[in-house]
């Protein structure tokens, strides 16, 4: 019996359709090899500390790129420790008016903080926990010593200090 076209048509599609699929792997390891140099260059160790545009860091020449760990930012009328504000003042009044209000708030945030994460192993406690502080280039060197201080009464004696790094080109140039 002769079949219609429309029939031939219809075999003709289903054995096409019964083969398996091939996957054609050269283009995709193609796009795999593509997307791993593209990684490997668009990788990048910068590390940006979070700051406001009021601020402007000290310029320094070190080389060492800054970790993830506890954030004490000083701006010119309080302090924050990982964004949160835990005392606001006036720097310029007698020491005496806010180094004890301070100390209190910085110990028990510390403190708080130090509490929500592993205990230190005996290597660490050696160095204590590491604290990265933010100040502008105008806080008052007394300030910044007064809370050093209040950081190693706690487990944080790991301290840093953010600064800007100076680009090679100033550093060439008397």
Known sequence: MKQ???AKRMLKQHKRLAQSSKLNLVALM???????????????DVVVLPSNKDMSLPQSVSEQLPREQV??????????IQG??????????????WQKELS????QELNYLA????????????LGRPLTILAD?????????????????????????AVEQRSKVLEATP
């Open 4 to 6: 219609s076209f429309r």
């Open 30 to 44: 193609d796009i795999f090899t593509i997307l791993v140099f593209f990684l490997m260059v668009n990788q990048s």
């Open 71 to 80: 954030l004490l930012t000083v701006t010119a009328n309080g302090v924050l």
């Open 84 to 97: 949160k504000a835990i005392w606001r003042g006036d720097w310029l009044q007698a020491p005496e008016l």
């Open 104 to 107: 209190e708030a910085v110990q």
């Open 115 to 126: 509490g929500r994460t592993a205990a230190l192993t005996e290597e660490q406690q050696a």
């Open 137 to 161: 280039a105008s806080t008052p060197y007394a300030v910044l010593r007064r809370l050093m201080a209040m950081c190693a009464g706690t487990e944080y004696r790991d301290i840093s200090l």
